[in-house]
Structure formats: C-alpha cells, structure tokens
C-alpha cells in the first residue's frame, strides 16, 4: 500500500522561505512523477512542481519557476520542495502526491493516483 506523507508548511512574511518535504513509502518502480499540487480556498486543484523519479526531469508551474525548486533524494526516498521569495497568492494548501508514469511532460492533477493529506502554507503580506 503506498502512503505520502508532507511535512514543513506554516506561516511566513512575505520574501520569505519554507522547505517541504515528502516521504512516499510502497512505490515499487522508478517509473513515476511524483510532485507539488496547491488548493487555494474557493479555487481548483492546481499543479506547482514535478519530477520524474528516474529521469530527474523537472517541470515547474510558470508562477513558481525561479521561484520554487523540486528536488529529491533517493536514498531517503524523500521529495522536496524549496520555496523562496513566497509571495501572498502562494497561500495554499500544498499536497504532495504521486503518479505512476513512463515519463513526464507536464504535472497533472488528473493523472495522480496517490496523494498526502496536505501541509497548509500562509505568506502574510
């Protein structure tokens, strides 16, 4: 059974930074992206970043890019997220999830097969 779990949301100025992590355990292959989505009160589900486990190919959400940087450590099996210069309209909640796939192209929120319960994310002006 695979389980995501996010950690390392909270309340930051405005320029500020946060770093979230994410741990998925029961994925038996390399093949699949795993990434960043954010649900932001009254709006839809949208993606912000990801990556494909085996290739590290990256692709970012054009209002994060420069921004906001994916990485990962397979060792830990681990997925970050370092968000820098957080701007207000970055409040969300921010899922971590996973998906299986051969390559990555672009995010997509419909394509996710597993998601974590979400680390909620507050840029006050």
């Known amino acids: 059974q ?11 100025q405005a320029g500020g930074s946060l770093r979230l992590s ?24 949208e993606e912000v970043s990801c990556i494909h486990w085996s290739s590290n190919n990256t692709v ?4 994060v890019k ?6 990962r450590d397979n060792a830990k099996n681990t997925l970050h997220l370092q968000m820098n210069s957080l701007k207000p309209e970055d ?8 998906y299986r796939s051969a390559g990555l ?3 997509s929120v ?3 097969d597993y ?11």
């Open 66 to 71: 420069g921004r906001f940087t994916i990485s």
């Open 115 to 125: 998601w974590g319960r979400g680390t909620q994310v507050t840029v006050s002006s």
């Open 22 to 45: 994410c741990t998925a355990s029961g994925l038996t292959s390399d093949n699949y992206v795993m990434g960043w989505f954010r649900q932001a009160p009254g709006k839809e589900r």
């Open 91 to 98: 409040t969300a909640m921010y899922y971590c999830a996973a």
């Open 2 to 12: 695979v389980q995501v779990l996010e950690s390392g949301g909270g309340l930051v």
């Open 110 to 112: 419909s394509r996710v």
């Open 60 to 63: 970012y959400a054009t209002s």
């Open 105 to 107: 192209v672009y995010c």
